[in-house]
């Protein structure tokens, strides 16, 4: 079977920079919009910039959730949730009001609270990750390095089995989750 990535287009990212860097790493893949476009997709990719409450109206347009569901949970097929996209993962969300989210991973997508005052948020810029148990995400790559954060809101898990990574801001947050098949990280890869 040939390698089919697609990636999600719900109108909350900037696709062309994701496409391209999974071009990079060989990937044939396919910027999709309509649930039927999701058939055959061998990875999926959900990326994401913006407000939780938006994110969620945009996904559930034209039974995309329904499709995702089939695809992720009968048919195995891995899923990577970045940014917002990893936030849509969890029971529900608080920015732009409380709203149900994807359900895939036990927990919620709470706005994040300065520890000391020298923390700005948005929390915006180069930032560690630290590793909290072995993952595939994070195969050949040191831990504590470096990746690219855009956000004020972070997923609270209820499951700690489902943490991977965390970085240390704001108090501390989960950068990235993994169970069984369905992945996500903060930060922007």
Same mark, same amino acid.
């Given at each position: 079977m040939l390698n089919k990535t697609v990636i999600i287009d719900y109108g909350m990212s900037n696709l062309d920079s994701i496409k391209r860097a999974l071009e990079e790493c060989g990937?044939? #893949?396919?910027v999709v919009s309509q649930a039927d476009d999701l058939k055959g997709a061998t990875h999926i990719v959900l990326p994401g910039v913006g407000a939780f409450n938006?994110?969620?109206r945009n996904l559930l347009k034209g039974n995309t959730v329904s499709? +995702?569901?089939? $695809? #992720? %949970? *009968? *048919?195995g097929v891995p899923f990577l949730g970045i940014?917002?996209?990893?936030? $849509? +993962? #969890? !029971?529900?969300? %608080?920015e732009g009001g409380e709203t149900a989210g994807l359900g895939w991973i036990k927990g919620e997508t709470k706005q994040m609270i300065k520890k000391i005052e020298t923390e700005? $948020?948005?929390h915006v810029g180069w930032d560690q990750v630290s590793y909290k148990k072995d993952s595939v995400l994070f195969k050949d790559i040191p831990e504590n390095t470096d990746f690219y954060f855009v956000h004020s809101y972070h997923v609270v898990c209820e499951d700690i089995s !489902?943490? #991977?990574a965390y970085t240390n801001y704001c108090d501390g947050f989960v950068s990235a989750v993994e169970k069984n098949n369905i992945f996500g990280v903060q930060f922007h890869p």
């Open positions: 990937a044939n #893949v396919s938006e994110g969620m499709e +995702l569901n089939d $695809l #992720v %949970f *009968k *048919k940014c917002l996209g990893m936030q $849509l +993962l #969890v !029971d529900k969300g %608080f700005r $948020l948005p !489902d943490i #991977v």
